[in-house]
């Protein structure tokens, strides 16, 4: 069906910065909405931003201003650049689509990766 793979995570200090990837593949027709979620321990998992294939964007309030989603439509990618990271921004990020694509039919559906642990030192 359709794939989403991450990459990027890793371990950085805080005040450091990560970009994170996440690429969208299968037979697709169009990605709808993308987007970044997160997961600390012990916390139930978030959002942290998503766009629509407009363009438009919405973060949560504890990112912004530190981390900015982009896309690409042409490669069916989503990217999530993070600076100014905290300690408190530690957990597995998960990135997530909304495809219509075809599998033995044309259909619509939301789709996660696998995540990419984000970890911040202090």
């Known amino acids: 069906q359709v794939q989403l793979v991450e990459s990027g995570g890793g371990l950085v200090q805080a005040g450091g910065s990560l970009k994170l990837s996440c690429v969208a593949s299968g037979v697709i027709f169009r990605i709808n909405a993308m987007g970044w979620y997160r997961q600390a321990p012990g916390k139930e998992r978030e959002l942290v931003a998503s766009?629509?294939?407009?363009?438009?964007?919405n973060y949560a309030d504890s990112v912004k201003g530190r981390f900015t989603i982009s896309r690409n439509n042409a490669r069916n990618m989503v990217y999530l650049q993070m600076n100014s990271l905290k300690p408190e921004d530690t957990a597995v990020y998960y990135c997530?689509?909304?495809?219509?694509?075809?599998?033995?039919?044309?259909?619509?559906?939301?789709?996660w990766g696998k995540g990419t642990l984000v970890s911040v030192s202090s």
């Open positions: 766009a629509t294939s407009g363009g438009d964007t």
């Open positions: 997530n689509a909304e495809v219509d694509y075809l599998y033995e039919t044309s259909r619509t559906g939301d789709f």
